[in-house]
């Protein structure tokens, strides 16, 4: 099992930057791949980055695309989602997932993953 604490989020303003950070507890953490989601209320969950249990391969949506990026460092037990030139409707509560996968396969849906965290939101002024 393992355990996932999402910190970073906060205001910011339109066009402006903030780094996620997911940590996870456990000594199996490089054997899960990693993915952050995002909420907006009255909206489904939605897929924003994944990346492979070892760094190797990563995945973003065409929503944030060039301007977020996802990577971890395994030695930290922590994946980070880079978050630039931010605008309105990136405010949302963000959430990073696990998935136990060896694989080199990125899964987008939320049902793929197994392990949770609790979320922080994000909130972007215009």
């Known amino acids: 099992q393992v355990q996932l604490v999402e910190s970073g989020g906060g205001l910011v303003q339109a066009g402006g930057s903030l780094r996620l950070s997911c940590a996870a507890s456990g000594r199996t953490f490089s054997s899960y791949a990693m993915a952050w989601f995002r909420q907006a209320p009255g909206k489904e969950r939605e897929f924003l980055a994944g990346?492979?249990?070892?760094?190797?391969?990563?995945k973003h949506s065409d929503s944030v695309k060039g301007r977020f990026t996802i990577s971890r460092d395994n030695a930290k037990n922590t994946v980070y989602l880079q978050m630039n030139s931010l605008k309105p409707e990136d405010t949302a509560v963000y959430y990073c997932?696990?998935?136990?996968?060896?694989?080199?396969?990125?899964?987008?849906?939320?049902?793929?993953?197994?392990?949770w965290g609790q979320g922080t939101q994000v909130t972007v002024s215009s």
């Open positions: 990346i492979t249990w070892s760094g190797a391969r990563t």
């Open positions: 997932a696990a998935r136990s996968d060896y694989s080199d396969f990125i899964r987008l849906s939320t049902i793929a993953y197994g392990y």
